[in-house]
């Protein structure tokens, strides 16, 4: 049985950081692209990074650039998300999903490459 937990969430000050993770079970974790994803309330599903397999093999979306940073431990099943210098409009539900599947190449921040879902955990940035 395919398991994602997400952990980390909370209430957080704009400019602070948070490190987000999903532990993972029920699958080969080092073969399986892992990606995270948010929703801001009244907004759709809005992928963030994605990494497949390794840490060399990763993909932010445009708008992620440079404060976010995905990363896993193969050893410990999990994929962590950073994100530095928080702001007010980052505050959504944070999930992590994986592919039905093994990928091979590049993974995509595209929720539709994605079968398993967590149920999320919630970031809220205010002062």
């Known amino acids: 049985q395919v398991q994602l937990v997400e952990s980390g969430g909370g209430l957080v000050q704009p400019g602070g950081s948070l490190r987000l993770s999903c532990a993972t079970s029920?699958?080969?974790?080092?073969?399986?692209?892992i990606g995270w994803f948010r929703q801001a309330p009244g907004k759709g599903r809005e992928g963030i990074a994605c990494?497949?397999?390794?840490?060399?093999?990763?993909n932010y979306a445009d708008a992620a650039q440079g404060r976010f940073t995905i990363s896993r431990d193969n050893a410990k099943k999990t994929v962590y998300l950073q994100i530095n210098n928080l702001k007010p409009e980052d505050t959504a539900v944070y999930y992590c999903?994986?592919?039905?599947?093994?990928?091979?190449?590049?993974?995509?921040?595209?929720?539709?490459?994605?079968?398993?879902w967590g149920q999320g955990t919630q970031v809220t940035v205010s002062s």
């Open positions: 999903a994986t592919r039905l599947n093994r990928l091979v190449g590049a993974c995509r921040t595209d929720a539709s490459d994605y079968f398993y």
């Open positions: 029920g699958f080969r974790f080092d073969d399986r692209a």
């Open positions: 990494s497949n397999r390794s840490d060399r093999n990763t």
